[in-house]
C-alpha cells in the first residue's frame, strides 16, 4: 500500500502497484442507485490518466468528502431547486443557493480543474455541447451531487451530452432515451480525445455511447468504466478511436435482432 497526500485536502491509502511519475488522487461516488452513498479513493497517473489504482469503498459516513480540488471550482446545477433558493442561470453556480438551472451554462462556464455537481430529479436538457475542457494534471468532471442521481429523459432523437473538448469526465447520470420507438439517438457523442464515461445509467438508445463521429479524424484515449447500459442496440459505438479502454461494465437486454439503421 501507499498513502498520498494530493491537494492539501486530505490523505488516503490504496493497494496496487505504482509506476514513478505524479499522481492525483479522489474520493469518486460509486453511482449506486441504491443504500447509503458510498466512496471510493482513487489515484491518477497525471501523464497517463487511463492508469488508475482504486480502494475499497465507504460510506459517506465513514469519510470526508472534498468535492473539488484545491484550485477548481465546485459549479452546481439545481434544475429542480433542491436546495430550496431557485436556480438561475443568472448566478454565479459556486454554491448549493446559487445554482445554475441547466448543466449547458456549466458547460460554458467551466475552466481546468472545476467540477460540475448536477442535482437530482429529471433534467429536460438535450444537446449539450462540452467545448470547454481541462488539461493532463486539471479534468473538467461533471458528475452526480452525492447520494444524489440525475435523470436526463429525452422522448425524440438527439442526444444527451456532446463532448467536444479534450480531458473531460461525465459521471454518475442516468441517461434515458426514446429508443425503439425513435431510433438515431445517443446518450453520450464523444468527439475528443482524453475522455472518462464512469458509473453512469444508460438505457434506451440506438447508440448508448458513441466515440469518434467525424470523417477523417480519429480520436485518442477514451475510457468506458463502471457504466450499466441495457435496452438498447450498441452499448458503444467506436468510430476511428485509438486507445479506447472499455472495462467493468454491465451491458445487458441489447437489442441485436433489427439494425435500426436500415
Request: net charge negative; proline share 5%.
Amino acid at each position: 500500500s501507499k498513502s498520498l497526500v494530493c491537494c492539501s485536502f486530505f490523505v488516503g491509502t490504496v493497494s496496487g502497484t505504482f509506476s514513478s511519475g505524479v499522481w492525483t488522487a479522489q474520493w469518486i461516488d460509486d453511482g449506486a442507485l441504491e443504500g447509503d452513498p458510498e466512496y471510493y479513493f482513487e489515484a491518477t497517473l497525471v501523464s497517463d490518466p487511463l492508469q488508475t489504482v482504486s480502494s475499497g469503498t465507504a460510506t459517506v459516513n465513514e469519510l470526508v468528502v472534498s468535492q473539488a480540488p484545491v484550485g477548481g471550482n465546485v459549479i452546481y446545477v439545481d434544475a429542480n431547486n433542491l436546495g430550496g433558493s431557485g436556480c438561475s442561470d443568472t448566478n454565479d453556480g459556486l454554491s448549493v443557493g446559487t445554482a445554475f438551472c441547466t448543466v449547458q451554462k456549466a458547460a460554458d462556464t467551466v475552466n481546468p480543474l472545476d467540477t460540475v455537481l448536477v442535482r437530482g430529479g429529471t433534467h429536460t436538457a438535450v444537446n449539450i455541447q462540452v467545448n470547454r475542457g481541462g488539461n493532463a494534471a486539471n479534468w473538467v468532471t461533471f458528475k452526480n451531487y452525492p447520494g444524489e442521481r440525475p435523470l436526463f429523459s429525452i422522448t425524440t432523437g438527439g442526444q444527451i451530452f456532446q463532448v467536444n473538448a479534450d480531458y473531460v469526465s461525465i459521471e454518475g447520470m442516468e441517461l434515458s432515451g426514446p429508443y425503439p420507438g425513435v431510433v438515431a439517438g445517443k446518450g453520450i457523442n464523444v468527439t475528443a480525445n482524453w475522455v472518462k464515461i464512469k458509473n453512469n445509467l444508460v438505457y434506451g438508445w440506438e447508440e448508448a455511447i458513441r466515440v469518434g463521429n467525424v470523417p477523417g479524424v480519429i480520436y485518442n484515449h477514451v475510457l468506458i468504466e463502471g457504466n450499466t447500459v441495457h435496452d438498447v442496440f450498441h452499448p458503444v459505438f467506436p468510430d476511428n478511436v485509438d486507445n479506447l479502454v472499455i472495462r467493468d461494465n454491465v451491458f445487458f437486454d441489447l437489442d441485436a435482432t433489427t439494425d435500426p439503421g436500415g
